[in-house]
């Protein structure tokens, strides 16, 4: 459409010099941000290379020696063999010395290495519904996931397995957040540090890495409270229990804090280390939906009173920062705006 709008004939457009075009603006602009020193890298795998900007940069940089296979963890080493296995099957080569190695590290106890425990080689135990009658129990967390990807759901809810060490960090800072709701920096990091080597991460380097984010994250959570009481904004409730019902759908869940602003209104504020999401990605996000329907529930009632006046809902993210903030707050419009 954009290029019927610039008059440009159909024959002349060429897709990968738009893409090309693309890349060079933004590496450019990249560039022009740094203010000492840039490090460029780039990987490889079965669909994908490096950009031809990649080649353009290395004939003006200093070439730094690394690793062909990258640090290597439990799961990198298992991700690698099985990705050789499978490429020696389809290409007719011997698979025998991959095959070997992995059931090695399948005695040893390695996840991931026990052909059984591969994904899709099971045929469906059963096709009967999860839930032939009564209520169906629903996270708000999970509604997102359960709209777009029931298997997803499935396998993250039902067929749950031990979470990773990312989620296990983002669950110890939700923990220090509930255990000091107006904690500052040190009094937050310390909670999280006592309980860090809980988390267990395969290689040194993780570890290492994942230590240096928690404590971004810490500081930004910091700064995010610290900001709010100045503005005069005060806690309502942390970790609030409610539940929702409706048909046979019972949803259940946990707000992380319930805040009034400085003019009296509620908001509901939920805690996120991921990546930030921006206010046009949450307008619609059923988990926030959710959480803002169960400001009038019975669970709420005794700590908001009756007929309270909501602000909406946001999602604080605490990994990454906006506007010289070392966090940000994306924020859903209130229900009532929405009718």
């Known amino acids: 459409m954009v290029h019927a709008h610039q008059g440009t004939p159909e024959g002349v457009i060429d897709e990968r010099r738009a893409v090309l075009d ?82 090695l590290l399948a005695q040893q106890g390695v996840a991931g290495a026990d052909p059984t425990s591969w994904w899709g080689l099971v045929p469906p135990s059963t096709v009967e519904p999860l839930y032939p009658e009564g209520t169906i129990p629903v996270s708000p967390s999970a509604i997102d996931t359960l709209e777009s990807s029931p298997v997803e759901w499935f396998l993250g809810t039902i067929a749950r397995h031990d979470p990773s060490p990312q989620r296990g960090l ?16 040190d009094v937050l990091w310390e909670s999280v540090e006592a309980r860090f080597a809980e988390l267990e991460y395969d290689a040194g380097w993780i570890e290492q890495y994942q230590r240096r984010l928690a404590k971004t994250m810490v500081a930004a959570l910091a700064d995010y409270l610290r900001d709010h009481d100045r503005e005069g904004w005060s806690v309502v409730a942390s970790e609030q229990r409610f539940q929702l019902t409706h048909g046979r759908a019972k949803v259940t869940g946990y707000i992380d804090r319930v805040e009034k602003t400085p003019e009296g209104q509620i908001m509901v504020v939920d805690l996120k280390t991921g990546s930030p999401r921006t206010e046009s990605q949450v307008a619609d996000d059923p988990q ?39 966090y940000r707050l994306t924020t859903q419009p209130p229900l009532m705006s929405r009718a």
Not at 61 to 83: F, H, I, K, N, P
Not at 170 to 185: F, K, T
């Open 22 to 103: 693309d890349e060079l603006r933004l590496c450019a602009l990249a560039l022009s941000r740094a203010t000492s020193r840039i490090v460029v890298t780039a990987t490889v795998d079965e669909e994908s290379g490096p950009s031809p900007l990649f080649a353009l940069i290395d004939r003006l940089a200093t070439r730094l020696e690394s690793s062909e296979e990258g640090a290597t963890s439990q799961a990198s080493v298992v991700g690698g063999l099985r990705r050789r296995l499978q490429r020696a099957l389809e290409q007719g080569d011997d698979p025998t010395p991959y095959a070997h190695d992995l059931a």
């Open 170 to 185: 983002g669950s110890l800072i939700h923990a220090a957040l509930e255990d000091h709701p107006q904690g500052d920096a």
């Open 288 to 326: 926030l939906l959710a959480y803002q329907l169960a400001l009038t529930s019975e669970d709420l009632s005794d700590a908001l009173g009756d007929n309270p006046v909501s602000a909406g809902a946001s999602l604080l993210f605490v990994k990454e920062g906006v506007r010289g903030k070392a």
